[in-house]
């Protein structure tokens, strides 16, 4: 099925590798990672970025696993920024040091997204499955030496919610523009641990209140953005902006999905960059039809009032919760399936840190 009426794409989130040094239990990259030899060249990035570029996009995350690992980051870099696509590296920090940070900015990189699991070491350590804390202090040194934009991105967790005002002190102490607080989306590795993850009602409402006050602090200071945890407000948040409305995912091998966690759809049989031009796929594509506007969609949501703002939620949530990619999203408090979720905020947990399953290394 064609469709040309929707809108063309403006973002490109690009997963250069899976591979990476930390092995963080809320990863929400696949279970099956990509293996090292699959994954695009630089010449096929560049071809990536010129037809993104010609559809419209105007920025770039460069992401993975850690793209640091990429030896051709340089190229990669150059070849957004040549096509006219602003660039920003999201990056664990390990492995960047000042003469491979210069060379990304010769080439082209515009800013840097640095993460961060937790203020102290040990218990970021616990979280990650490696030491990197060290390797995070000396990367926002550098770039804001370098003069880049600088933003932290934490991912919220029970393991580190008590941590919030530390961590918008850290941001703050490092120079950071913007504090992104996002309370873990339960894919991949996440959905894993979700039981070792998820926290419970009290705790989201302390965080809550604690987000508001230093949203008053900061102004003008720092720029901080709270992802709300829908399992626990029962409200359904808009897939992506909806299912390939406005941005679209390259994975490390090609795969071109509507957002990160689409892989995990047994039947999407989502197109590649090898086979297809992303003009094709994102107009053109079955997968990226498949769930766009609102035809697909079944009660209550076909009726619902909120269907043109929330897009009936979250597909690949859906699917993890019920099997079911065209249920309502369970998070949403009119869904049926509903008291899924609730049960699962409300379950009783052990206090302290997991037990976890930490992610697999990418291979060869």
């Known amino acids: 099925m064609t469709d040309r009426t929707c809108e063309p794409p403006w973002a490109l989130l690009a997963e250069l590798t899976h591979a990476c040094p930390l092995r963080c239990v809320y990863c929400s990259n696949p279970l099956e990672l990509t293996r090292r030899s699959a994954e695009l060249t630089a010449e096929e990035w560049a071809a990536v970025f010129r037809?993104?570029?010609?559809?419209?996009?105007v920025q770039t995350h460069l992401s993975g696993g850690e793209p640091l690992l990429r030896r051709d980051l340089d190229a990669i870099v150059a070849a957004a920024d040549g096509a006219g696509v602003h660039t920003q590296l999201v990056t664990s920090g390990s492995g960047l040091h000042a003469k491979r940070l210069a060379g990304l900015v010769a080439a082209g990189l515009r800013s840097v997204q640095l993460s961060v699991q937790h203020t102290d070491p040990v218990a970021a350590e616990r979280i990650a499955g490696a030491r990197a804390f060290g390797a995070k202090e000396r990367a926002a040194r550098l770039v804001k030496e370098a003069e880049l934009p600088l933003g932290v991105n934490v991912v919220l967790h029970r393991a580190n919610l008590e941590a919030l005002d530390d961590l918008v002190e850290l941001a703050l102490a490092w120079g950071a523009e913007r504090i992104e607080l996002a309370h873990t989306q339960f894919y991949g590795w996440a959905l894993r641990n979700r039981d070792a993850l998820l926290p419970g009602r009290d705790m989201i409402a302390d965080a809550r209140l604690r987000v508001e006050r230093w949203r008053d602090r900061l102004a003008g200071r720092m720029e901080l953005v709270w992802v709300v945890p829908d399992h626990?407000?029962?409200?359904?948040?808009p897939c992506?902006?909806?299912?390939?409305?406005?941005?679209?995912?390259?994975?490390?091998?090609?795969?071109?999905?509507?957002?990160?966690?689409?892989?995990?759809?047994?039947?999407l049989d989502a197109p590649g960059v090898r086979e297809h031009t992303l003009e094709w796929i994102?107009?053109?594509?079955p997968a990226f039809d498949r769930y766009r506007g609102e035809a697909w969609m079944r009660e209550p949501c076909r009726t619902c009032e909120l269907r043109t703002r929330d897009f009936g939620g979250c597909r690949c949530q859906a699917y993890a919760l019920t099997g079911d990619a065209t249920r309502t999203d369970p998070a949403c408090s009119r869904s049926p399936d509903h008291p899924l979720v609730r049960d699962?905020?409300?379950?009783?947990?052990?206090?302290?840190?997991g037990p976890y399953v930490h992610r697999a290394r990418a291979r060869p």
């Open 344 to 353: 699962l905020v409300d379950r009783p947990r052990a206090p302290g840190p």
């Open 282 to 285: 994102w107009y053109e594509s």
């Open 232 to 237: 626990v407000d029962g409200i359904a948040k």
């Open 51 to 57: 037809q993104a570029a010609g559809l419209g996009v």
């Open 240 to 267: 992506m902006g909806g299912w390939g409305a406005v941005s679209l995912t390259v994975a490390p091998d090609g795969t071109v999905l509507p957002c990160p966690a689409a892989a995990t759809l047994p039947d």
